[in-house]
Nanobody, 120 residues
Framework: QVRLVESGGGLVQPGESLRLSCAAP????????MAWYRQAPGKERESVAA???????DYVDSVKGRFTISRDNTKNTVYLQMNSLKPEDTAVYSC??????????????WGQGTQVTVSS
């Protein structure tokens, strides 16, 4: 069974920052695109950011300029740096290993999710 393990969620105030991490086994990381998704209460899950196997990135419009996705291929880890957080960023964030090298590939493996709450 392939397990992705997220960490770094928590409670922060508006305007603050958080960094999420997601560690994956080599079979779910090497040569694959990775992505971060989020799901807020009562809303559908959405793709927030994705990074291809070669490092190209893509973001949903609502986080452009505030969030940065990156990957460390030596640690099989993908990160999501979230700056200038807003209350509307509150959600459960999950990382996913995509089927192929492109960030347009569909997700195949998932982490368990980590809660991010932005509130004053």
């Amino acid at each position: 069974q392939v397990r992705l393990v997220e960490s770094g969620g928590g409670l922060v105030q508006p305007g603050e920052s958080l960094r999420l991490s997601c560690a994956a086994p080599d079979t779910a990381f090497s040569g694959r695109a990775m992505a971060w998704y989020r799901q807020a209460p009562g809303k559908e899950r959405e793709s927030v950011a994705a990074i291809s196997a070669s490092g190209a990135t893509d973001y949903v419009d609502s986080v452009k300029g505030r969030f940065t996705i990156s990957r460390d291929n030596t640690k099989n880890t993908v990160y999501l740096q979230m700056n200038s957080l807003k209350p509307e960023d509150t959600a459960v964030y999950s990382c996913a290993s995509l089927v192929g090298r492109s960030y347009l590939s569909p997700p195949q493996y998932w982490g368990q999710g980590t809660q991010v709450t932005v509130s004053s």
